[in-house]
């Protein structure tokens, strides 16, 4: 090859290298971007690419586009570590999504043993004070068992009657109980609160702005499916939205739910709270925690 020809051909090599990395920084630039709902990853979900440290995984989860983060077992952490991850999170402009108030076995909603009542109360007044010191608003209470000896009614009357008991608590510290109907037939047997249409019967009751529903498509898709006209006709008690694809329970687009027509309908309607990615991931590794990236990246594409 003579010397003008050569120059030719490392010229093209150089224009091609330096297009070939444009790309890569265009497509990091754009995997960079805020997604368009807050979808809140959780603890351990990135952990093989963010490493153990708390911080350290939120701040990756940041870097992503992530723009909201939940944490179920929240109270059963330090205060400092309260702290810190609250100090980390205002840092980088992510907002804090639910953590779990209560989740029993035991006919503590449904039925009328005061003890148990005063438990639940107990609760409250406990996730008030870790709620304001990782600034959360929202916060997960499942209304425990079923009573079999009872009518639907009488429990239902007793539910909404401990809520309000509830609500006079979270109110005044701007907190909100989000109550989630659980599915019985994969996971939660004999739960009291199992559909949305039940939800809303007693948030209507309750009549608190502290009393809503958290929305979750996975456990709502096994229950009684009808998503996104349930999402329309509870609409005005929906505070907050969980996902999780069926069957499996994992990120979006290895199962049934047309996610993308779900995020496109709450993006519709003007949904800005958050939406808790309550799922694990289809694959191991790092190479699994890149595809729950992906599949939301996917997903939000409407």
Known sequence: MIRRDAMKVGAAAGVGALAASAAVSAAEQAAAKPFKLHYAPHFGMFQQSAGEDPV???????????????????RRRSVDDHNRIAKAMERLGMRMGVFVVR?????????????????????????????KRVN?????????FYDRSKEWGYQTAN?????????????????VLVLEPLNWWTNHAGMFLHKIPQAYEICRAVDSPSVKILFDVYHQQIEEGNLIP????A????????VGDNPGRKEPGTGEINYRNVFKHLHGKGFDGVVGMEHGNSLPGKKGERAVIDAYRAADAF
């Open 159 to 175: 539910c909404v009657e401990l809520l309000r008991r509830c609500a006079e608590i979270a109110e005044p510290a701007g907190l």
């Open 56 to 74: 350290a995984q939120l701040e990756f989860a940041a870097e992503q586009g992530f723009t909201a983060w939940e944490d179920n077992n929240m």
């Open 103 to 131: 989740y029993s076995q035991e006919i503590d909603f449904a039925g009328s043993d005061e003890g148990l009542r005063e438990k639940v109360l107990d609760d409250v007044r406990a996730s008030v004070e870790v709620a």
């Open 235 to 242: 609409w005005s008690e929906v505070a907050y939205v969980q």
């Open 230 to 233: 349930n999402f329309d006709m």
């Open 136 to 144: 959360a608003k929202w916060a997960t209470l499942v209304p425990g």
